[in-house]
């Protein structure tokens, strides 16, 4: 567990510094409160000093506190698909109607603001002394799905049918989220749902996908390898349909062959919130949670957004039972 432990430590300490974490005292700090150092060298260290319970708790959209490693609490489920989904904030038109545009530069442009707003928002939540949903900076946006089935309720959120104009207003888009400085991110942004994650929306959480090679290939990854391999988005959100009659979130097709090893991504993968619980109800792929969640881990997926269900905190169990 531990390399997914540091992949989303590593990824908080590029995108929020020292991620509130209080200054040690004495003159021996810990290496994970040094922010001279790298924040690999402070992830490391930082997950070694965690028991495998507290390991568990920071693999969900809840992460939770850790009080005497100095670790807030944090939830990285926030949403800017156009505008930060929080009150106070400016709204844009939906993406869908962006896209009517064909405009990247005007996109790109959006989405600096949109980063920008959405880290001061952060930064008023963490002055006040909490971290809930929509007020962390790991923004789950842009939907760069491809819109061929309108019976699909979420069609709206997409850049629409088109693969070529999907990828260059995402790649536009998580430009301006994240910043030109990868070291120093003014937020992340995730790209979803991958993949082919669209058909009618009352089997979304059940159904199985069986695009053609060429059609995988031509339409439904392109967007999804642009924002990778020229957008170097920091996050991908895996989703609730099956492929090739594996869960996307358990699926080393598209996780491991394509996005890691074809792709180079050096990212963490969330899930589609509840998508965990869906590889064991919706698909019937394992007998129970705690087999969902650690064939999603082993097969590259990091994070789970459970909404309030079971998930990723099975985990210290699974590992107690040798199935991770």
């Not at 040690?24 to 690999?40: R, V």
């Not at 089997?203 to 170097?232: I, M």
């Not at 969640?293 to 789970?304: F, N, P, R």
Request: charged residues 20%; glycine residues 8%.
């Amino acid at each position: 567990m531990i390399n997914f432990g540091l992949r989303i430590v590593a990824a908080a300490l590029a995108c929020c510094g020292t991620v509130g974490l209080a200054a040690a005292q004495g003159a021996q700090k810990p290496a994970y409160l040094n922010p001279s150092l790298p924040a690999e060298q402070r992830a490391a260290d930082l997950v070694h000093r965690m028991t495998l319970e507290e390991k568990a708790t920071q693999l969900v959209n809840q992460a939770r506190a850790i009080p005497r490693l100095n670790v807030p609490a944090y939830d990285w489920w926030s949403e800017s698909l156009h505008g930060v989904a929080v009150n106070g904030t400016t709204e844009f038109p939906e993406p869908v109607g962006l896209a009517a545009t064909f405009d990247a530069p005007a996109i790109h442009s959006m989405a600096i603001a949109i980063g920008t707003e959405g880290r001061i928002k952060h930064a008023q939540d963490v002055r006040a002394g909490h971290s809930d949903i929509f007020e962390g900076l790991d923004f789950w946006a842009p939907n760069i799905n491809i819109f061929r089935d309108p019976r699909w309720g979420r069609g709206q959120e997409t850049y629409g049918e088109d693969p070529f104009l999907t990828g260059r207003l995402g790649v536009a888009f998580v430009g301006g989220v994240q910043g030109g400085d990868l070291n120093h991110l003014r937020a992340v942004a995730t790209s979803k749902h991958f993949a082919v994650h669209s058909g009618p929306e009352s089997l979304r959480h059940t159904f199985n996908v069986d695009p053609s090679a060429r059609d995988l290939e031509e339409t439904y990854l392109p967007a999804f390898r642009a924002t990778v391999t020229e957008g170097h988005v920091q996050s991908v959100m895996c989703a609730y349909n099956s492929i090739d009659e594996w869960p996307a979130c358990t699926n080393r097709m598209l996780l491991k062959d394509h996005l890691r090893d074809a792709w180079g991504f050096k990212g963490f993968v969330v899930s589609d919130c509840g998508a965990i619980v869906d590889v064991n109800q919706g698909h019937k792929k394992t007998p129970d949670i705690m087999h969902s969640a650690a064939l999603s881990l082993q097969a590259g997926t990091d994070l789970s957004c459970s909404m309030w269900t079971p998930g990723f905190n099975t985990l210290a169990d699974a590992v107690r039972k040798g199935l991770v």
